[in-house]
């Protein structure tokens, strides 16, 4: 499964959102609209979820984190045996 192998390696990946679909064709526009002030990264949550839950309150720090995340993260670290 091509997830896992890109988990076991570290690379998760980008993730965008779609404001408006549309198409996308070489040489358009691709613009940032918002910069968290957190570090909370995708590579960060790959790595609490899939090796380390003691670090899970790191990712409380983002607040756009979804709920059934953060319900996750904020979890004791103990009901996740390493």
Known sequence: M???RFARAGRPGAYL????????TPG??????????????VALVAQVFLHDHSRSDELLA??????QWR???????AAYPA
């Open 28 to 41: 358009d526009r691709v613009q940032i609209v918002e910069r968290p002030d957190h570090d909370v990264t």
């Open 17 to 24: 959102a779609i404001i408006e679909p549309g198409m996308v």
């Open 2 to 4: 091509l997830p896992r």
């Open 62 to 67: 983002a607040t756009a984190l979804p709920a």
């Open 71 to 77: 319900a996750w993260a904020g979890e004791p670290a």
